[in-house]
Nanobody
Framework: QVQLVESGGGLVQPGGSLRLSCAASGSIFRINAMGWYRQAPGKQRELVASISSGGYTNYADSVKGRFTISRDNAKNMVYLQMNKLKPEDTAVYSC????????????????WGQGTQVTVSS
């Protein structure tokens, strides 16, 4: 069984910063891409940022220059540093990972964390 657990959400004032962390654990053979998605009330879930196993990154236009995604392959973790936060960044942020479980060498399965609330408000 594979689990993703996020941490680091909370309430922050506009212009502030937060750092989200996501730890993958369990029977993992390989972690391929990892990423962060968000869903605001009444809106569809959207990709915020992703990072490949080799470190290639991709960002939503709305967060470019403000957010930075990174990963620690040795620790099976992915991070999202969020700077210059805006009220429109308020959402539930979920971690995603494309994982090959141990014993399934060629399978690639999507796993999701439970989500963490980020609220940007004065």
């Amino acid at each position: 069984q594979v689990q993703l657990v996020e941490s680091g959400g909370g309430l922050v004032q506009p212009g502030g910063s937060l750092r989200l962390s996501c730890a993958a654990s369990g029977s993992i053979f390989r972690i391929n891409a990892m990423g962060w998605y968000r869903q605001a009330p009444g809106k569809q879930r959207e990709l915020v940022a992703s990072i490949s196993s080799g470190g290639y990154t991709n960002y939503a236009d709305s967060v470019k220059g403000r957010f930075t995604i990174s990963r620690d392959n040795a620790k099976n973790m992915v991070y999202l540093q969020m700077n210059k936060l805006k009220p429109e960044d308020t959402a539930v942020y979920s971690c995603h990972a494309d994982i090959t479980p141990r014993g399934a060498d060629y399978a690639r399965i999507d796993y999701w964390g439970q989500g963490t609330q980020v609220t940007v408000s004065s």
